[in-house]
């Protein structure tokens, strides 16, 4: 499905959601400089494969994580894990790099990804952002429906707990700052 059968099929639905059209952005970074509807709920996607090519996943986490393949593929008990190709980003959920998103699940005509969804998005206002498979235009709705139509398809969904909050990281690095201009402070006063 390209961008406007995707957009159709979720209008079909009848269900709630908040589209924005928007220059591309290949990256939070980028994503981070336009004005969006609910920027807290944005999603951040990784394609990933396992070393021998024959298991895909699609991690989708809140935007303000960081996630470490490593750790993800002890703590589910997955095979190591590296990004996926272009071409096969192309050949299974007909994307271009830049344009990842939980909506690609429903190109993967064989049901071959396992979407692993980080269940912050869970919480607060039940929203995500996602891209409708295309990096210049975004879709917001309830999370909750999301799961059902990627269930739907026959994807297998997965909720868990994935990454680190960057803010989480900023604030350990702020009380380092913190005690390093105390200390200074008091070697000035000495």
Same mark, same amino acid.
């Given at each position: 499905?390209?961008? /406007?059968?995707?957009?159709?099929?979720?209008?079909?639905?009848?269900i @709630?959601?908040?589209? %924005?059209?928007?220059?591309?952005?290949?990256?939070?970074?980028?994503l981070?400089?336009?004005? *969006? !509807?609910?920027? /807290?709920?944005?999603?951040?996607?990784?394609? =990933?494969?396992d070393d021998?090519?024959r298991?895909?996943?699609?991690?989708?986490v809140k935007?303000?994580?960081k996630?470490?393949l490593?750790?993800f593929?002890?703590?589910?008990?997955l095979?190591?894990?590296?990004f996926?190709s272009?071409?096969?980003?192309?050949?299974i959920? #007909?994307?271009? !790099?830049?344009?990842?998103t939980s909506?690609g699940? +429903?190109? #993967?005509?064989?049901?071959?990804?396992e979407?692993?969804? #980080?269940?912050?998005?869970?919480?607060d206002?039940?929203?995500?952002? =996602?891209?409708?498979n295309?990096?210049?235009a975004?879709? @917001?709705?309830k999370?909750?429906? +999301?799961? #059902? *139509?990627?269930?739907?398809h026959?994807?297998?969904v997965?909720?868990?707990?994935?990454? @680190?909050k960057?803010w989480?990281?900023?604030?350990?690095?702020?009380?380092? +700052? %913190?005690?390093? *201009?105390?200390? *200074?402070?008091?070697?000035?006063?000495e």
């Amino acid at each position: 499905m390209n961008r /406007e059968e995707v957009f159709n099929f979720i209008k079909s639905k009848k269900i @709630w959601y908040v589209v %924005k059209e928007h220059p591309a952005v290949f990256n939070m970074e980028e994503l981070s400089t336009i004005d *969006i !509807p609910y920027p /807290e709920c944005a999603s951040k996607n990784l394609f =990933v494969r396992d070393d021998k090519k024959r298991n895909y996943y699609l991690i989708t986490v809140k935007g303000d994580k960081k996630v470490n393949l490593k750790e993800f593929k002890n703590k589910y008990g997955l095979r190591t894990l590296s990004f996926a190709s272009e071409n096969d980003l192309k050949e299974i959920l #007909d994307l271009t !790099p830049g344009s990842v998103t939980s909506l690609g699940l +429903l190109n #993967d005509k064989e049901c071959k990804v396992e979407l692993y969804l #980080d269940k912050d998005f869970f919480e607060d206002e039940h929203i995500i952002g =996602v891209h409708l498979n295309i990096n210049t235009a975004s879709i @917001w709705l309830k999370v909750e429906e +999301l799961v #059902d *139509i990627i269930k739907e398809h026959g994807n297998q969904v997965n909720i868990v707990e994935i990454g @680190w909050k960057l803010w989480i990281l900023n604030m350990k690095l702020l009380n380092i +700052l %913190k005690r390093i *201009i105390f200390l *200074i402070m008091i070697n000035q006063m000495e």
